[in-house]
């Protein structure tokens, strides 16, 4: 498989169940937000984004929070299913336009 | 869709070779970057470039350069292939000002 997942944390959820991906940010100053999926042998795949003028944003079947007064960002996915099963990583923006990126947290849907 | 194309999948190259990662896409965007990925360390930013002709050093430039002739294609070099720069490296670009970045499928690279 693919180095990029080794030593990430995991999350195992059933299949049909809700599942919460959490990230912390750093930067108080940060003004943008981006989830982005990595399934094993691809790039990262833009999935949502959210500004931080916003507290919650929603796609087709997730779910972004955004909790500014403890930096922490969240991703919910409702219904999991297998095709959810890839690497999952939060980005923020900072002043400099540039964008900072987390680790990641590997989500395994079970039947 | 955006389409960003890296040309390479898996490369193989031995230390001290000259190395050539080539990345286009086809949106006409203004701004692309080169990342590095590995393990426990997330994505960092190597290199970007605003426009044509127009390049800016991200967080890791060293032992890396990069070439942006023609707006559509960014390309990064290593000028003297090393061991740790074994990795996964990604290409992505972006509309001016706009968000977000969209990534090709990456080139693993291999440094023996």
């Known amino acids: 498989g693919e180095s990029v997942g080794l030593h990430l944390p995991t999350l195992s959820v059933q299949e049909g169940d809700n599942s919460i991906i959490n990230c912390a940010y750093s930067?108080?100053?940060?003004?943008?937000f981006i989830w982005y999926k990595q399934e094993s042998g691809k790039g990262p795949q833009f999935i949502i984004d959210?500004?931080?003028?916003?507290d919650k944003r929603q796609g087709q079947r997730v779910t972004v929070l955004l909790n500014k007064t403890v930096k922490h960002l969240s991703l919910q996915i409702a219904a999991t299913q297998p095709g959810d099963s890839a690497v999952y990583f939060c980005a923020e923006r900072r002043r400099t336009d540039k964008l900072i990126f987390g680790t990641g947290t590997r989500l395994q849907v079970f039947p | 869709d955006v389409k960003v194309t890296q040309s390479s999948r898996y490369l193989v190259k031995r230390t001290g070779e000259k190395v050539f990662l080539e990345c286009v896409q086809d949106m006409d965007h203004e701004n692309m970057f080169w990342y590095r990925q590995d393990p426990g360390l997330g994505l960092r930013l190597i290199y970007f470039?605003?426009?044509?002709?127009?390049?800016e050093k991200g967080d890791i430039p060293e032992g890396y350069s990069v070439s942006r002739e023609k707006k559509e294609r960014f390309s990064l070099i290593l000028e003297s292939a090393s061991t740790n720069q074994t990795s996964m490296y990604l290409c992505?670009?972006?509309?001016?000002?706009?968000?977000?970045?969209?990534f090709g499928d990456g080139t693993r690279l291999s440094i023996l």
């Open positions: 930067n108080s100053a940060s003004d943008y």
């Open positions: 959210i500004r931080s003028n916003m």
């Open positions: 470039s605003y426009d044509v002709k127009m390049k």
């Open positions: 992505a670009s972006r509309a001016l000002g706009g968000q977000p970045q969209h």
